[in-house]
C-alpha cells in the first residue's frame, strides 16, 4: 500500500524475485528487485484507432452489392419490382401480416427474382 503521496515500503525480498505494480485501467510493470530504491509510473494505454482501406477484391465488389441490393416485395400477391417499396403507399391499419424469406427460400419460392429476399405483405384487402 502506498501512502498519500505514493511512498511505499516493501520488506527485504531475498532472492531474484520481481515485483509487479497494476492498476486497473493501466498499464502492468514488472521490476525485478535488485534495486533499492525504485520508481514506477503507471500509465493509461494509449488507445490506437485505425480507419481500414477499401478492399479491392472481388469480396469488396460483393460487400457494395450488398449495399444496393433490394429485396422483392410482394403486397397482396402482386409482386413489386426495382425501386417500388409497397409499404410506402399503405395504410399500417391495413397491414396485416409481414413475412421475410432469406437466402434459399426466398429463391425456391421466387426464382433469382427473390435472390435479395423477399418480403411479403399482407393486408386487410386480401384474406
Known sequence: MTNPKGVYTIPAVVGNANLIFSLSDYSTQEIPTAKSNIDVALEKPTRVSYRPSAP?????????????????YVADGVTKKGEENPLDDLNPDDIVNITVLKKKEA???????????????KTQKQK
Do not use: D, F, R
Not at 472481388?58 to 422483392?72: C, I, Y
Not at 429463391?107 to 405483405?121: C, D, K, Q, R
Open 56 to 72: 479491392t477484391s472481388n469480396h469488396a465488389n460483393h460487400a457494395e452489392k450488398a449495399k444496393t441490393a433490394k429485396p422483392l
Open 107 to 121: 429463391t425456391e419460392a421466387y426464382g433469382s427474382t427473390g435472390a435479395n429476399g423477399v418480403i411479403l405483405i
